[in-house]
């Protein structure tokens, strides 16, 4: 997840009195175990578990990013040839990945600002007019 969506998150989990727990939604090798959760001084997963729930856990590692995800998406694309060697016809899609996990990156950063703003009641940061408008049906009335 983005940086900022992380830290909604955790305001989320403050507001609510819960737990924050990370972790990695990993796809790919290079992303596994780059967010996690940790409770010093646990030795074994009955302290650590006692740990979470007195609240000392924390949340540590890396949040996701624009070039993390393009990357795994490169690498999800090269297993994907080595295990299935005709799907290689398709390759030449892959100089649209940047612009696909871009928009990904965009579209997510809105939602969780969205997101942010209705369940935090926080007001939206930087909020753009609605340029495209979708028709609507006019409302008839019938006499």
Do not use: C
């Not at 989320?12 to 010093?40: C, F, M, N, R």
């Not at 740990?51 to 990357?71: C, P, Q, Y």
């Not at 297993?79 to 996990?101: C, D, F, G, H």
Request: net charge positive; no cysteine; charged share 25%.
């Amino acid at each position: 997840m983005l940086e900022a969506t992380n830290g909604y998150a955790a305001s989320l989990a403050e507001q609510w009195d819960k737990i924050a727990i990370g972790g990695s939604d990993a796809h790919a090798l290079p992303s596994v175990g780059t967010a996690y959760t940790e409770v010093p001084g646990a030795r074994d997963k009955e302290e650590f578990f006692a740990g979470l729930k007195s609240g000392m856990g924390r949340v540590a590692g890396e949040s996701g990013r624009f070039s993390k995800l393009t990357r795994d998406v490169f690498l999800i694309g090269v297993e994907m040839i080595r295990e299935k060697s005709w799907t290689a016809v398709i390759t030449p899609l892959a100089v649209l990945v940047p612009a696909i996990t871009y928009l990904n990156y965009r579209d997510e950063r809105s939602f969780s600002r969205r997101w942010a703003a209705e369940v935090l009641q926080r007001p939206e940061s930087r909020k753009r007019p609605r340029w495209i408008t979708v028709p609507q049906r006019a409302v008839e009335e019938w006499v």
